[in-house]
């Protein structure tokens, strides 16, 4: 498995941007599917954004289209999600996973960061 550490999150107004970060351990990042997830109060966790191995592939959530932005960079053993144009309702906490696969499940999580959207 592969430890995951997420950082980036915070307070910010509406239309803002943040830049989560993800940074894995072990050597055999590059092998790994990677995800973004979150879960707001109340809620379950859902799919925000997802990345192949190689970073060809890219997927979204309807409600992130176009707003967010999922990349990696494989010498850093890193994931990045972009969000732009934030809204209130995407306060949530968000995770990042790991998977072998980019259509799941994955098998290994952060333990979370926050954003607050403010209006």
């Known amino acids: 498995q592969v430890q995951l550490v997420e950082s980036g999150g915070g307070l910010v107004q509406a239309g803002g941007s943040l830049r989560l970060s993800c940074a894995a351990s072990?050597?055999?990042?590059?092998?790994?599917?990677m995800g973004w997830f979150r879960q707001a109060p109340g809620k379950e966790r859902e799919f925000v954004a997802a990345i192949s191995w190689s970073g060809g592939s890219t997927y979204y959530a309807d409600s992130v289209k176009g707003r967010f932005t999922i990349s990696r960079d494989n010498a850093k053993n890193t994931v990045y999600l972009q969000m732009n144009s934030l809204k209130p309702e995407d306060t949530a906490v968000y995770y990042c996973a790991a998977g072998p696969v980019v259509a799941g499940p994955f098998g290994s999580w952060g333990q979370g960061t926050q954003v607050t959207v403010s209006s």
């Open positions: 072990g050597r055999t990042f590059s092998s790994y599917a």
